[in-house]
């Protein structure tokens, strides 16, 4: 019990600094060479933040519970609306900009539209994981050849050679990895403790676990002034959980999708989609009501699990 207290309480020291270190190695990155934030935050922070829910969701398919895979991906993503915009906007002002935004929440609804068309008979085989990877490849590309706008932020660039930065980004990366690992491992043992059931685990305490680098990061860079990055990393981060954690899943292993989570779950996801677009087209930045809105959304749908 103690240990794995323990466990958390390292695990969310590690998943700060990893945040931390993304942020300023990333912003600056994209200054350097003159790339726009939301471009790095899109993908760069993205994938970054994203490995706590590739490395369960693989573990999860080897070990034969897609359940558990399939629900980390649709409870994370609709953890970081709920929970990371909503918690990140209402501490710190966030901005989204919809003009700049525009084409990346498309190809998000798009993505889940691609997800429910392949997970709706159950089962998502090896060939639909790979048009998934295949998918992210080109939105990488397309992101780095056509940025949605151009960078033209006059904040100072912070001396440092680009390997350091660099560095920065890498250890960062690695710090939320096993930080995230620990602090997973840590909370299913109390969830199991508790009495907490195995899928209930996997939608709540596993896809909260896993979107805490997410919150971290969003929440720094929003600290930062950095709202491109913040906003960036969750339009990012939900489009590699499905093309790129669920791809290379489901390549490895096919995986099973539970109906249940396709009626009530995936409804939860899409929904927070849509919301996004609604929200860029409101008065900037996110007001606390919609913040409070968003933080309620998530918290109803954690109610519903249980």
Same mark, same amino acid.
């Given at each position: 019990?103690?240990?794995?207290?323990?466990?958390?309480?390292?695990?969310?020291?590690?998943?700060?600094?990893?945040?931390?270190?993304?942020?300023?190695?990333?912003?600056?990155?994209?200054?350097?060479?003159?790339?726009?934030?939301?471009?790095?935050?899109?993908?760069?922070?993205?994938?970054?933040?994203?490995?706590?829910?590739?490395?369960?969701?693989?573990?999860?398919?080897?070990?034969?519970?897609?359940?558990?895979?399939?629900?980390?991906?649709?409870?994370?993503?609709?953890?970081?609306?709920?929970?990371?915009?909503?918690?990140?906007?209402?501490?710190?002002?966030?901005?989204?900009?919809?003009?700049?935004?525009?084409?990346?929440?498309?190809?998000?609804?798009?993505?889940?539209?691609?997800?429910?068309?392949?997970?709706?008979?159950?089962?998502?085989?090896?060939?639909?994981?790979?048009?998934?990877?295949?998918?992210?490849?080109?939105?990488?590309?397309?992101?780095?050849? +056509?940025?949605? !706008?151009?960078? #033209?932020?006059?904040? %100072? =660039?912070?001396?440092?050679?680009? @390997?350091? $930065? /660099? &560095?920065?980004?890498?250890?960062?990366?690695?710090?939320?990895?096993?930080?995230?690992?620990?602090?997973?491992?840590?909370?299913?043992?109390?969830?199991?403790?508790?009495?907490?059931?195995?899928?209930?685990?996997?939608?709540?305490?596993?896809?909260?676990?896993?979107?805490?680098?997410?919150?971290?990061?969003?929440?720094?860079?929003?600290?930062?002034?950095?709202?491109?990055?913040?906003?960036?990393?969750?339009?990012?981060?939900?489009?590699?959980?499905?093309?790129?954690?669920?791809?290379?899943?489901?390549?490895?292993?096919?995986?099973?999708?539970?109906?249940?989570?396709?009626?009530?779950?995936?409804?939860?996801?899409?929904?927070?989609?849509? +919301?996004?677009? !609604?929200?860029? #087209?409101?008065?900037? %930045? =996110?007001?606390?009501?919609?913040? @409070?809105? $968003? /933080? &309620?959304?998530?918290?109803?749908?954690?109610?519903?699990?249980?």
């Amino acid at each position: 019990m103690l240990i794995n207290i323990i466990y958390l309480i390292i695990g969310s020291t590690m998943l700060y600094y990893g945040a931390e270190w993304i942020v300023k190695g990333a912003a600056n990155i994209s200054k350097r060479l003159g790339i726009s934030s939301l471009v790095i935050g899109l993908t760069v922070v993205a994938f970054g933040t994203s490995l706590p829910e590739l490395i369960v969701s693989i573990i999860a398919a080897l070990e034969g519970s897609s359940a558990i895979a399939v629900g980390n991906v649709v409870g994370s993503n609709v953890a970081n609306v709920g929970l990371v915009l909503g918690l990140s906007s209402l501490i710190f002002p966030i901005i989204i900009n919809y003009d700049h935004l525009k084409r990346d929440l498309l190809i998000y609804l798009g993505t889940c539209a691609l997800f429910i068309l392949f997970a709706f008979d159950g089962r998502i085989s090896q060939f639909e994981g790979a048009i998934f990877f295949i998918s992210l490849i080109f939105y990488i590309l397309l992101c780095i050849k +056509s940025p949605t !706008f151009d960078n #033209k932020e006059s904040e %100072p =660039i912070i001396n440092g050679k680009i @390997a350091k $930065l /660099i &560095a920065y980004v890498v250890g960062g990366i690695i710090l939320l990895a096993y930080g995230a690992d620990l602090f997973v491992e840590g909370a299913i043992f109390l969830a199991r403790y508790l009495g907490v059931s195995e899928v209930v685990i996997g939608m709540s305490v596993v896809a909260f676990g896993t979107s805490v680098p997410e919150l971290a990061t969003s929440v720094m860079a929003a600290f930062r002034r950095e709202s491109a990055i913040s906003v960036g990393n969750i339009i990012g981060s939900n489009i590699f959980n499905i093309l790129s954690v669920l791809g290379i899943a489901s390549i490895i292993q096919p995986l099973d999708s539970p109906p249940h989570i396709m009626k009530k779950e995936v409804v939860f996801m899409v929904a927070y989609a849509i +919301s996004m677009i !609604f929200i860029g #087209k409101l008065p900037q %930045p =996110i007001s606390k009501v919609t913040s @409070a809105t $968003l /933080i &309620a959304g998530y918290l109803f749908f954690i109610y519903m699990l249980f």
